[in-house]
């Protein structure tokens, strides 16, 4: 029975100023990492499988490192407890019990020095609670299965139509 066991990290940042007139939702302040994986041709969220022994934190960890090229402890802060965890079974046709995947979603705050280090990546988009709902940022999409696990979640409104 093939499974998943893994986390995806929702590394955040303020675009706008509190105090805004502009935003008048707080939450319309947040933009969320993700990098764009050309061999995938799509916008990914940093997410890690969990090797054995690790936890779904030192997992992400790993990954924002790699795929962000951050320093963690210098460049960001992942919480300590997952803002959601997901646990289902896919069901298959046949004898089998169907693919089980288990994710966790961890918030993550840049520092200032990360933040920088963000600015001068090509690779990097920064995604609105928009761009989440619509599937795509500025023609490009957002990772399908992502959008679906974090809908699954109740991290993102399922789109209306």
């Known amino acids: 029975m093939p499974h998943y066991v893994g986390a995806i990290a929702l590394v955040r940042r303020n675009a706008a100023s509190p105090g805004d007139p502009e935003v008048a939702d707080p939450a319309g302040r947040s933009e969320w990492l993700s990098v764009w994986n050309p061999a995938r041709k799509a916008l990914f969220l940093p997410e890690a499988e969990k090797l054995e022994g ?66 001068g990546n090509s690779e990097v988009r920064w995604l609105t609670a928009g761009h989440l709902e619509a599937g795509e940022a500025n023609g490009k999409p957002i990772a399908a299965r992502q959008l679906d696990l974090m809908k699954r979640a109740d991290l993102i409104p399922p789109r209306e139509g």
Do not use: M, N
């Not at 490192?65 to 959601?84: E, M, Y």
């Not at 046949?94 to 280090?117: M, N, Q, S």
């Open 54 to 119: 690790e936890s779904y934190r030192d997992a992400l960890v790993r990954e924002v490192g790699w795929a962000a090229g951050l320093d963690a402890g210098k460049d960001f802060l992942l919480s300590h407890a997952p803002r959601a965890h997901i646990q289902f079974a896919e069901q298959c046709e046949g004898p089998t019990e169907g693919d089980i995947t288990i994710l966790e979603f961890y918030v993550c705050e840049l520092f200032r020095k990360g933040r920088a280090k963000l600015d």
